[in-house]
T-cell receptor, first 111, second 119 residues
Framework: DAKTTQPPSMDCAEGRAANLPCNHS???????VYWYRQIHSQGPQYIIH???NNETNEMASLIITEDRKSSTLILPHATLRDTAVYYC????????????FGTGTSLTVIP | DAGVIQSPRHEVTEMGQEVTLRCKPI?????LFWYRQTMMRGLELLIY????????DSGMPEDRFSAKMPNASFSTLKIQPSEPRDSAVYFC?????????????????FGDGTRLSIL
């Protein structure tokens, strides 16, 4: 399985861009990178995913390095409601769609 | 559209009792996952079904845990007998996997979870 490494916590000023890094140096060629977030003990909420190209949706942007060994989730204008734990996940494809969640990054948006 | 629906939202029971957690996946989704979340271990995958068949149950902690998916719209996770260390939040997730494939690049959609407390 590809494993991911994320900083345990980060702060970001409200209105500024939040850049959350993730290392996945053992990722395989057909494995996607997914980002989820979890607010309090609600269910994890899907944010964005990608294979090798940068992706953008209404919530965030995902930047994947050319060697695919790391990625960055960008929240362009962080709000207080973006305070959550953010998980970077690399899918396991050999036997199915199992997601293995790490410890994530606890993002605190500061007023 | 209705998302993944889990019930009950909260369950408090005494140790030794049987506990049944329920999940209704998103209509049309054919893969279903059960996860458990605790402070100590984070989010752990317990079992994964594809087309109602268990594909990977290596995360099920012990024989006291069992999961079934009798049809495409319903799954249960049962603990018998329950113990205080089973206290956790249990999540269910679903995705649509192309027929004949075990893999899809689509994201999993999670329910709001069941908060289980065993006294």
């Amino acid at each position: 399985d590809a494993k991911t490494t994320q900083p345990p916590s980060m702060d970001c000023a409200e209105g500024r861009a939040a850049n959350l890094p993730c290392n996945h140096s053992t990722i395989s060629g057909n494995e996607y990178v997914y980002w989820y977030r979890q607010i309090h003990s609600q269910g994890p909420q899907y944010i964005i995913h990608g294979l090798k190209n940068n992706e953008t949706n209404e919530m965030a942007s995902l930047i994947i390095t050319e060697d695919r060994k790391s990625s960055t989730l960008i929240l362009p204008h962080a709000t207080l409601r973006d305070t959550a734990v953010y998980y970077c996940i690399v899918s396991v494809t050999n036997t199915g769609n199992q997601f293995y969640f790490g410890t994530g990054t606890s993002l605190t948006v500061i007023p | 559209d209705a998302g993944v629906i889990q019930s009950p939202r909260h369950e408090v029971t005494e140790m030794g009792q049987e506990v049944t957690l329920r999940c209704k996946p998103i209509s049309g989704h054919n893969s279903l996952f059960w996860y458990r979340q605790t402070m100590m271990r984070g989010l752990e995958l317990l079992i994964y079904f594809n087309n109602n068949v268990p594909i990977d149950d290596s995360g099920m902690p012990e024989d006291r845990f069992s999961a079934k998916m009798p049809n495409a719209s319903f799954s249960t996770l049962k603990i018998q007998p329950s113990e205080p260390r089973d206290s956790a939040v249990y999540f269910c997730a679903s995705i649509l996997t192309p027929q004949g494939w075990l893999y899809s690049n689509q994201p999993q959609h999670f329910g709001d979870g069941t908060r289980l407390s065993i006294l």
